[in-house]
C-alpha cells in the first residue's frame, strides 16, 4: 500500500484508491458498538407518521403533512438532489438537531478546503450542522442512483475537512486544537440513510499533507438500520413502516450521539485549560 500514487484531489474526486493509500477502512458495526448501547432508543414522533404508511386524507399537523409530502417527492422517478437534501433536512429539524440551547444550525451547501499533497483541496457536502465554533455533523448524498460513483470515499473526505476546519477555528479563535475527533456522517439514497463514525486525527491529516502512508489504520464504523428486508432497503427506504419506525429511532440515537462526542470534547479541553 506504501507505493500507491497519492496526489492532491478535492472531496468530490475521492475513490476507494484514496482509502487504501491513506490506510482507510470502513466496516460495519452492530447496534452496541455503533451507538454505545444495546438498542435502539425508542422514538417520540407523531403517530400520524409512525402508523400511516401513506398519507392520510384528513386534515394533518404542519410537521405530518411535510414528512409525507417530503417522502413522495423523493421517491419519484429522476427525483431531483434538492428534494434528497431537503427531506435529510426536515428529518434533522423534526428531531431537534437544531438545538435551540445548544445554538445549532442546518445549512445547505457547505464548503470547506484541506491540505493534501502539498495543495489546498476542496470538499462539499450536502448538507451540515454546526454550531458557532464546528461543524457537527456531516450529510452526503449517495448519486449512484445517477453514477456508479461509491459515496464513502467523498463522504470521509468531507469529515476530514470538517475536522480540519474545527481545528483552524479553534487556533485562530485562541482554542486548543484536537488530535482527534469523531465526525458524525450521513449518506442518504432517497429516504435510506446509513449512519458513520468517522475518527479522524492529526496523524492522518499529517499523512495527507505529506502524502505518505500512515502506519496507524483509520477504521471508520458504518451503521446500516436493522431493517426486516435489508435486500429492498435501498429502494423501500422509510415507505414500509417497519423501515420507518427503525430509521427513526437511528436518527433518534445519532442525534445522543453527536452531542456526547462534542460535549466530551469541550469538558477535556475546559479541563485542560484550568489545568
Not at 238 to 263: T, Y
Amino acid at each position: 500500500m506504501a507505493n500507491l500514487i497519492r496526489t492532491a484531489k478535492s472531496g468530490s474526486d475521492w475513490t476507494g484508491n484514496e482509502l487504501l493509500a491513506f490506510n482507510i477502512r470502513v466496516e460495519n458495526a452492530n447496534t452496541a458498538a455503533f451507538f454505545n448501547r444495546p438498542e435502539l432508543p425508542p422514538v417520540d414522533m407523531s403517530d400520524t407518521i409512525l402508523d400511516n404508511t401513506e398519507k392520510p386524507e384528513e386534515p394533518l399537523q404542519k410537521d405530518d403533512r411535510l414528512f409525507f409530502r417530503y417522502l413522495g417527492l423523493v421517491e419519484k422517478p429522476q427525483s431531483p438532489e434538492s428534494h434528497v437534501d431537503d427531506f435529510a433536512a426536515f428529518i434533522l429539524r423534526i428531531f431537534n438537531y437544531d438545538s435551540d440551547d445548544q445554538d445549532r444550525v442546518i445549512c445547505q451547501r457547505p464548503e470547506f478546503s484541506f491540505p493534501m499533497a502539498g495543495q489546498r483541496v476542496d470538499a462539499k457536502s450536502d448538507l451540515c450542522v454546526m454550531n458557532e465554533n464546528d461543524y457537527l455533523l456531516i450529510v452526503h448524498e449517495d448519486k449512484r442512483s445517477e453514477s456508479l460513483d461509491d459515496p464513502e470515499p467523498q463522504l470521509i473526505a468531507e469529515a476530514i475537512a470538517a475536522f480540519y476546519q474545527n481545528n483552524l477555528r479553534r487556533r485562530t479563535g485562541g482554542r486548543p486544537r484536537l488530535s482527534s475527533k469523531y465526525i458524525p456522517a450521513i449518506t442518504m439514497v432517497g429516504s435510506s440513510p446509513i449512519f458513520y463514525r468517522v475518527p479522524v486525527t492529526t496523524t492522518l491529516l499529517n499523512a495527507l499533507v505529506t502524502a505518505t502512508y500512515p502506519a496507524e489504520e483509520t477504521i471508520v464504523l458504518r451503521y446500516i438500520p436493522p431493517v426486516p428486508n435489508p435486500e429492498t432497503y435501498r429502494d423501500l427506504g422509510m415507505r414500509p413502516l417497519a423501515n420507518r419506525r427503525i430509521v427513526l429511532q437511528c436518527f433518534e440515537g445519532f442525534k445522543s450521539l453527536l452531542v456526547c462526542f462534542f460535549s466530551l470534547i469541550e469538558r477535556i479541553v475546559d479541563t485542560n485549560m484550568h489545568q
